[in-house]
């Protein structure tokens, strides 16, 4: 029957699995656990999450067709209360997880330690979502893809220009127009009944002079009383019309993205790009409170244009931008649900440029990759397998870095590692030599977990069937500046940042690693 694994090594480790299975009643998530949950699903039995079969994303390579098992990544809530449900036959369970963070909203200030705790985890998706889109980049020279990634992960430095987001486009491309509306917002006179001094009185319709008349006194003088005022038509400036409430609603969100922009790069805070990123966020936040001032209210989303919003060359540019902001969003909702799987692809990415860096390394093939318009649950880069081969000439071997095969050995698949690296002597008709097993966990606080890698000498003791030579667990760093790691013989974990100095010192400790473990001596 079904039931919920913490690792997806837990077929083999068998604390891993979650309580039981799905008859223990409604399963309530622990405080001490920060990773993903897996969904296992044995001998063709299928469960569905939340009323969908598809909720889940299976795990490649885990399923065989003798025993139909299959194993699949349970997404991460946007609204940990509601939790998930689990239904399999006539069984039901509720998974609730009181101590995850929530979606933080696009226009929020985080103030409980929770909230701060989302924000953060959403800075790190925005960076890990960076990352990948450092192969867009890339792939303008596709024979040196590679390299290239390399050196944008290890040698770039606070000078070099922060990542094009739409907020960068915005803020080079809108500041005139923030600018212009700025000064003069569109408004309208409106048509009201005011009591005015009569030395004013510019305009009476039937309903002053109703009124008027009916006023004691013989003159105009005695009729406006003691205070000398008398109903009268007059216009007023309004403000709040539907452009200028679209208007206010990108200003408050531009305001918002461009200081999550800024807090995902403060080490290049000084570089022209972020200071114009900067500028442009403090003006968007200035108009943005002016207009609440003169009481314009919020657009919603999903609202028809006006004629001023279809033409009007200034507002419809607004309206456009806006789109483009709450578009946005919605991939960063789909980023949130599924980041344990773009952490599984930065982590296969950085495994090959980990051997791009062993000396003497030889690039002798490579999987063409493209870079996907829209992300697959998560996931941004189409590939093939392998995704690359080397000759490491020092080792005198080949090396294989695999990434979510689809039919891989069943002694392998066992492990439910996404990502395997096969290496074997040059020449030597016999076979490959050794498996080295890559697990990306993605964890919510980051940082290392006491008796892992313990926990992995044991799970790889019992891969000597399967060449099981080595493991490998990259986790997030608890903080961009923070590089952990521990290692044994054959295991190797640590928790690295996506950017800067955890990266780049990150990449070295794994070169080191692989570079020791596929030594022929070392992997028999």
Not at 369 to 391: K, M, S, T, V
């Amino acid at each position: 029957m079904a039931e919920i694994w913490r690792r997806p090594w837990a077929l083999v480790e068998t604390e891993r699995r979650y309580r039981t299975n799905l008859t223990a009643g409604d399963i309530e998530v622990d405080a001490q656990h920060a990773a993903a949950l897996w969904l296992y699903e044995p001998n063709g039995e299928r469960a569905e999450v939340n009323g969908r079969s598809d909720t889940t994303e299976p795990v490649p390579g885990f399923g065989s067709e003798d025993d139909e098992r299959r194993l699949s990544i349970i997404p991460f809530p946007l609204r940990n209360r509601l939790g998930n449900t689990i239904a399999a036959g006539d069984r039901k369970v509720r998974i609730s997880w009181p101590s995850a963070p929530e979606r933080p909203p696009s226009k929020f200030d985080p103030q409980t330690d929770q909230e701060k705790d989302g924000y953060r985890l959403m800075l790190r998706a925005k960076a890990v979502w960076d990352r990948l889109r450092d192969v867009e980049a890339a792939l303008a020279d596709p024979a040196q893809l590679w390299p290239e990634l390399r050196r944008r992960w290890t040698e770039e430095g606070i000078s070099v220009p922060p990542s094009m987001d739409v907020i960068v486009n915005h803020a080079f491309a809108l500041w005139r127009t923030i600018d212009e509306l700025s000064r003069a917002p569109r408004r309208i006179l409106r048509r009201t009944h005011q009591f005015v001094p009569v030395s004013r009185v510019q305009e009476l319709d039937r309903r002053t002079m109703t009124w008027l008349v009916r006023q004691p006194g013989e003159t105009l003088a005695e009729r406006a009383g003691d205070q000398q005022r008398v109903l009268a038509v007059t216009r007023e400036e309004n403000f709040d019309t539907l452009e200028n409430r679209v208007l206010r609603a990108y200003c408050d969100l531009a305001a918002h993205v461009a200081r999550d922009y800024l807090e995902l790069y403060k080490a290049k805070r000084s570089t022209t790009r972020a200071r114009k990123v900067e500028a442009f966020g403090r003006a968007s936040r200035r108009l943005a409170r002016q207009l609440s001032e003169r009481g314009v209210r919020l657009a919603e989303a999903g609202l028809t244009p006006n004629f001023v919003l279809q033409h009007n060359v200034h507002y419809h540019k607004i309206w456009t931008s806006w789109h483009e902001l709450l578009d946005r969003d919605r991939v960063l909702d789909e980023l949130w649900r599924w980041q344990a799987r773009s952490w599984e692809e930065f982590c296969a990415l950085a495994v090959v440029v980990a051997f791009v860096g062993i000396p003497g390394a030889k690039l002798i093939a490579a999987a063409p990759l493209d870079f996907l318009n829209e992300q697959n649950r998560g996931c941004w880069i189409a590939y093939d397998n392998p995704l690359a081969a080397f000759y490491l000439a020092e080792q005198k071997i080949v090396v294989e870095v695999r990434y979510r095969m689809r039919s891989p050995d069943r002694r392998l698949s066992d492990f439910a590692a996404p990502i395997w690296v096969r290496f074997g002597r040059s020449g030597d008709v016999t076979g490959f030599l050794g498996n080295i097993a890559v697990w990306p966990i993605w964890d919510i606080r980051g940082g290392l977990i006491d008796g892992e890698v313990e926990e992995l000498e044991r799970v790889l003791s019992l891969g000597a069937r399967a060449n099981l030579v080595a493991g490998i667990v990259l986790r997030p760093s608890r903080r961009e500046e923070d590089l952990e790691s521990q290692k044994t013989a054959r295991v190797f974990a640590a928790a690295v940042g996506t950017y800067g100095a955890s990266l780049w010192r990150g990449l070295g400790e794994l070169t080191h690693f692989l570079t020791r473990i596929t030594k022929p001596d070392v992997g028999r």
